[in-house]
């Protein structure tokens, strides 16, 4: 799967399998569109050996939405959005009224950590669905400690 274009990812049924997704964070989509981006090469790397379907929430669509236009400009940002809506790039799942409760939990209760809102929402989807793999260079997976990160 080339960076360009994201596409060619056969989306299947989200309960089919979840383990076997690999949810993608705001960090690693931002890394492979932006080619001065400090993470670019490695994200490059990543997506070209990817070897399982990948999920993306509605709030990391908002945010790499925001991100892509405020730094890239609209021209950039309204295509990716359209693969991404399209789910031509990832399956797209939304965030339920109880992941954001539970999100909502994890952000009280890790104040000390600088998790966003968002981050906490990727926190609970992941363990709704089961999904143990994270493509992402956010260190808040890392401090979160409970998934494997690509």
Known sequence: ????????ISIQRI????RDWIFV?????????DKNDRDYKAAVKKVCILDRP??????????????????LGPSIAIPFGQKLWDQEASALVRITEEDEEKAWGMFRQYEDKGFSFTDCTSFALMERLAINTVFAFDDHFVQYGKFVIL
Do not use: H, Q, V
Request: negative net charge.
């Open 1 to 8: 799967m080339s960076p360009e274009t994201m596409t060619g």
């Open 15 to 18: 309960d089919s399998m979840p």
């Open 25 to 33: 964070d705001t960090s690693a989509w931002y890394a492979i569109i």
């Open 54 to 71: 990948l999920l993306t929430s509605n709030y990391i669509l908002d945010e790499i939405l925001t991100l892509l236009k405020t730094r």
